[in-house]
């Protein structure tokens, strides 16, 4: 059995088959590896611009094996590939890496990196593209990070051919059309953000609090998508290709993190580091957000992990002498310090949180209050409440992962048709069709 | 009899509001509430299409719980919480809101 963190675990950067191309939502890039968390499959789909480019460059995917004998990154640049020096940078914060990684190679290229989470080895460490779009779930950051290998810069000016360009072309606008009829794609999205879903998850007791010791919060909308459209959105953001535009550009604007800028948070991430943490205080939840990018941390496995810790910690199985701080529900600065110290592996606590919520209770006895499955932590949907999510949580094959089989289109958003959430008949059938379909439809399709 | 109502999303602003307390008479139900609530051209144009039926990407829920599954408009309100959240269905016919 291949150790996630061994030389000979292989990571895969691909892009689709659509790549390059104008389909809608083809910009994206999957990062399969073994995952550092789950030591199961990962699979880490992210958008931004870094596929389309590295498809132009001349390739459909990078294969990384083995380990480098000191810090390096990867520039490609139109069908050249140079293996470049990168122990300066390592440690660094993602930021920094890509501006200085452009300097060295060209402003045009685009970037991936891990940060310093993964290259402290963090079990729930990203591969941050264009700084704010993350590879994230089961910690492939840390399996790069294992490799010495801190990322890569590519940039291709080559045009990418088609099989059938009358066909894709045809195919585009009919997507195109469909994506400008649906009212979540054209209107919702947009104008709010995947945040949006926080009032609806919400109101129907969907939406885990305070490590999930309860799924409603009578103040969660102060977090949701029209808060943030009204209080953080500076413009909307779009991945290449994409006509949605669900990206928020967002600058903190008052408090003690204000003229903080960045994108997100997304719903994952508000959710995550907001309500789940019992923090309603949506300029720190942003800032948290912000520092997760910035270390390359899990947004989503960040904030479950620490409300994990609030719990063992509240309820005294985290001993007083381990916490440099009381580590309490509902405090957004404290939040904010449990992100620094995670991605610093500082002190007991912050080396037990960088390792994800299943390792950090299991060190205190209580395993249980780890809201994991495959030691991957649970996205934003309440499996009390959702029933065809929670059968997806526990078959999906990289662990509790939304992504990998979305139930929530039926049981939320009424697609392929409007299902019962709370009922258990048929959600067999519906977790099958919907992981199928992702694997077989969507990911394939390099969606 | 009062409900209360939320509104999310598009309806903010359709509405001017992000709740509203609502008085209606005894064994009202979720038509009635419409009724009264889509007073204007706006915002009965936005929530009934030509043929008066209610818009496939609206939903309505009932204390968290989609009417479709409950009895649709029919439902009787019994002073219960209304949530309304436009722009999060996935292109749904328009309809009377009960599943069949």
């Known amino acids: 059995m291949t150790d996630p963190l061994a030389p000979d675990n292989k990571a895969v950067i691909a892009t689709g088959p659509t790549s390059g191309s104008d389909a809608p939502a083809s910009g994206r890039t999957m990062v399969i590896t073994k995952g550092a968390e789950t030591g199961t ?6 958008g931004g611009f870094f596929g389309p480019q590295l498809k132009q460059a001349g390739y459909d995917m990078v294969i990384i094996e083995g380990k480098a004998e000191k810090p390096v990154y990867l520039w490609i640049n139109d069908g050249n590939i140079e293996i470049r020096d990168a122990r300066k940078l390592w440690g660094k914060k993602t930021t920094q890496i890509e501006e200085v990684i452009k300097q060295e190679t060209d402003q045009k290229a685009r970037v991936m990196n891990i940060g310093p989470a993964g290259v402290k080895l963090s079990r729930i460490a990203n591969v941050m593209f264009d700084v704010h779009r993350a590879a994230g779930r089961s910690g492939v950051g840390a399996v790069l990070g294992s490799k010495n290998f801190l990322g890569i810069a ?18 585009n606008s009919k997507a195109r059309k469909l994506l400008k009829e649906s009212a979540i794609t054209s209107q919702s999205l947009p104008t709010y953000g995947t945040s949006v879903l926080v009032n609806i998850i919400n109101e129907a007791g969907g939406y885990p609090v305070r490590n999930a010791q309860d799924a409603y919060d009578a103040n969660a909308g102060v977090t949701g998508g029209e808060e943030i459209a009204e209080k953080t959105l500076i413009k909307k953001g779009a991945c290449a290709a994409c006509p949605i535009a669900c990206g928020r550009v967002t600058e903190i604007r008052e408090g003690k993190y204000k003229g903080h800028h960045g994108e997100g948070p997304e719903y994952e991430t508000t959710w995550a580091l907001g309500l789940m943490c019992g923090v309603h205080d949506l300029n720190a939840i942003t800032y948290a957000h912000y520092l997760c990018n910035e270390y390359g941390l899990d947004g989503i ?13 509240e309820k005294g199985y985290m001993p007083k002498k381990d916490a440099p701080f009381p580590i309490m529900f509902g405090d957004g600065d404290t939040l904010v310090k449990m992100v620094q110290i995670m991605g610093e592996r500082e002190g007991i606590v912050g080396n037990l949180l960088a390792e994800g919520s299943y390792r950090l209770a299991e060190h205190y006895g209580h395993p249980e209050l780890s809201m994991s499955v495959k030691k991957q932590e649970m996205p934003a949907y309440d499996p009390r409440a959702f029933k065809g999510i929670g059968l ?10 939304h992504v990998r089989g979305y139930t929530i289109a039926a049981e939320v958003l009424d697609w392929p048709e409007p299902v019962d959430r709370l009922k258990y008949e048929g959600k067999a059938a519906l977790t099958k069709h919907v992981q199928d379909f992702t694997a077989g439809a969507i990911d394939s399709a390099g969606y | ?34 009724n009264l609530l889509c007073h204007s051209h706006q915002r009965s ?3 009934f299409n030509d043929s008066g039926k209610i818009r496939g990407h ?4 009932k204390n968290g719980r989609d009417i479709r599954f409950l009895d649709g408009t029919r439902i009787e309100l019994e002073g219960k919480q ?18 069949k």
């Open chain 1, 301 to 313: 496995s960040a904030g479950v992990t620490i409300a994990c810790a609030m719990e063992l910690y």
């Open chain 2, 1 to 34: 009899m009062k409900a209360t109502v939320k509104l999310f999303a598009i309806f903010r602003e359709l509405f001017g509001a992000e709740v509203k307390e609502i008085e209606l008479e005894n064994r009202s139900n979720i038509q009635d509430l419409l």
């Open chain 1, 392 to 401: 997806n949580y526990a078959t999906s094959n990289r662990g509790a992962c």
């Open chain 1, 41 to 46: 499959i990962a699979c880490s789909n992210v």
């Open chain 1, 154 to 171: 590519a940039k291709g000016t080559k045009k990418v051919e088609f099989a059938d360009p009358a066909g894709l072309k045809a195919a």
């Open chain 2, 58 to 61: 609206i939903k309505i829920l």
């Open chain 2, 82 to 99: 209304i949530q309304f959240l436009g722009g999060l269905n996935a292109g749904l016919e328009d309809g009377d809101m009960v599943v």
């Open chain 2, 45 to 47: 144009e936005e929530i």
